[in-house]
């Protein structure tokens, strides 16, 4: 079973920076598309943004356009999520996710983004 660990979670003050990291080490990892979700205290887990996997082609939610950027290292088997302009409301757990099941077609907000990682805390403070 893949396993995907994320990391560079923190506490940051409004206007920083932070970037997340999300890897495995399972050298037979295949994906159709990999992506970062996060879930605030009392909401649901939503979509934040998500690249394809041996292929090009990204989606990043209207709420975070401009700030956060997704990037992808395939021989490592990485992604890292670059978050500029934090604000207060950026405040969530943050899920690296990937979608093993196809077909490679589908929309990226429409995978079944099925192995998840354990998550990881950013809170911005005002």
């Known amino acids: 079973q893949v396993q995907l660990v994320e990391s560079g979670g923190g506490l940051v003050q409004a206007g920083a920076s932070l970037r997340l990291s999300c890897s495995t080490s399972e050298r037979t990892f295949s994906a159709y598309a990999m992506a970062w979700f996060r879930q605030a205290p009392g909401r649901e887990r939503d979509f934040v943004t998500a690249v394809r996997w041996n292929r090009i082609g990204s989606k990043t939610a209207d709420s975070v356009k401009g700030r956060f950027t997704i990037s992808k290292d395939e021989a490592s088997r990485t992604i890292y999520l670059q978050m500029n302009t934090l604000k207060p409301e950026d405040t969530a757990v943050y899920y690296c996710?990937?979608?093993?099941?196809?077909?490679?077609?589908?929309?990226?907000?429409?995978?079944?983004?099925?192995?998840w990682g354990q998550g990881t805390q950013v809170t911005v403070s005002p």
């Open positions: 996710a990937t979608a093993t099941i196809g077909p490679s077609n589908t929309p990226l907000t429409h995978f079944p983004y099925n192995i």
